[in-house]
Every structure is written in C-alpha cells, then in structure tokens.
C-alpha cells in the first residue's frame, strides 16, 4: 500500500511537472513569435537565400531577455552582414518585452525563412536541421516560426533586369 503511494505520488508530480512546463511554453511562444517576426531580411530576399536558423537565448529571473545568439548555421560575418538574418532575429528577441519570472531558463527558437521565387515556380522550405550536439537538458525548445518572402518584393532593389538568382538555402555558404 505504501509502495503504490508513493508511486502515485511521483507519478502525479512528474506529470504536474510536464504539464507546468507545457504551460510556460504554451504562454511565451506567442510572445517570441510576435517579436521575430520583424520580417524577412532585405538581401537575403534579393539573394534568393532561405534557410531553418536556430537562436538560443536566456531569459533570467526578472523576465528579461538576454545573451540572444544565433547559433545555427554559422555563417562568416561578412555573409551575414549581407544577407541580414542575423541582426532580424537578434534585433527582434531583444526587443522582447519583460515576461515573467516563471519563464526564467534557456531556450531555442527555430526560424524557417521560406522564400517563394515566382519568377522560376519554386516555393523553397528550409531543411536544414540542428546537430543532436545542441539537445540538451538546458535548452528547451519553442515551436518552429515561420517568415515568408516572394521573389517580387523589393524588386527595385535589384541591379539590371530584375529578375531574381536561382534559390538557395543558407547552409550552402
């Protein structure tokens, strides 16, 4: 009899404790998704480029958002500086506003930027996928964003004809 509380009592916890972490995620992903979706980056849109990118950040015991990094895929600055994924994700997650001392801990947030190049009839999803390397008991992971591009947008911005390069996916660089 005491065996059978005490595994129901342990059973009962694990599954509070399952259900309050689902509620922690179910209530900040929203949140993180209004504040990454600044939008698709400009050159990445006049490059054709579209990719799964993967930021970790930390939000501490006052609810505020700090150590924002892009940590998938690794790109040189130069391309990242061209291209703008980085500074769009980094700059949106920073703005985040205070959330509550509930949400403290680690997180990763995956970003599909897809990109519909009209001009050639492709509608190109990422998929490229993290190394196991970064699943771990520290990080939890928040529900996949999605940021859609067409080839037709800014298309002023390109030089000469206008029409836009073949598409690639960001892991190519």
Known sequence: MKNSFVFAFIFLNLLGVKSYAQAIKETIDPIFYKAAQNGYPIGAIRGSVYGRLYASFEVDNKGA???????????SKKISHLLGFEAE?????SKTPHLNNVSEGKYILPIAFIYKNIYYGD?????????????????????????????????????????????????EY
Do not use: C, H, W
Request: net charge positive; aromatic share 12%; hydrophobic share 35%.
């Open 65 to 75: 958002v700090k150590n924002v990094n892009l940590i998938y895929p690794l790109v």
């Open 89 to 93: 994700i980094v700059g949106g997650l």
């Open 123 to 171: 509608e190109n999803y990422p998929t490229n996928r993290i190394s196991e390397d970064y699943f771990s008991k520290d990080f939890q992971f928040l529900k996949e964003i999605q940021i859609t591009a067409r080839s037709d947008q800014y298309r002023m911005l390109r030089p000469f004809s206008g029409i836009p390069p073949a598409s690639r996916q960001i892991v």
